[in-house]
């Protein structure tokens, strides 16, 4: 069981990235899906999460309406559509599968697989 993230980069404040999160050996659609967020020194933070079940999801107050979190079950790929990035979005993102719960992901940022990150920097 695998999961990894892509699509990071360097970008301009104002920017758009959309990042990737693959799956190995498992089918992502049956699982909760999270994205979270590390920056050096920083605690993990809940950026987003979308539902099996239901196709909720929930976002960080600070990324709501610049944030998409979405599913591709052809692909078995989950992806963050990140719009009008900001400085303080920099960090290293992680995508979280099977969480506790979707709804409290972003308050405490844990699942049960998670894999390599991809490293977002935004310059101002």
């Known amino acids: 069981v695998q999961l990894q993230a892509s699509g990071g980069g360097l970008v301009q404040s104002g920017n758009s990235l959309r990042l990737s999160c693959a799956a190995s050996?498992?089918?992502?659609?049956?699982?909760?899906i999270g994205w979270f967020r590390q920056a050096p020194g920083k605690e993990r933070e809940g950026v987003a999460c979308?539902?099996?079940?239901?196709?909720?999801?929930y976002y960080r107050e600070s990324v709501k309406g610049r944030f998409t979190i979405s599913r591709d079950n052809a692909k078995n790929t989950v992806y963050l559509q990140m719009n009008s990035l900001k400085p303080e979005d920099t960090a290293k993102y992680y995508c979280?599968?099977?969480?506790?719960?979707?709804?409290?992901?972003?308050?405490?940022?844990?699942?049960?697989?998670w894999g390599k990150g991809t490293q977002v920097t935004v310059s101002s």
């Open positions: 979308i539902s099996s079940s239901d196709g909720n999801t």
């Open positions: 979280a599968a099977d969480p506790p719960s979707c709804r409290t992901f972003i308050t405490i940022p844990v699942g049960d697989y």
């Open positions: 050996g498992f089918t992502l659609d049956n699982y909760d």
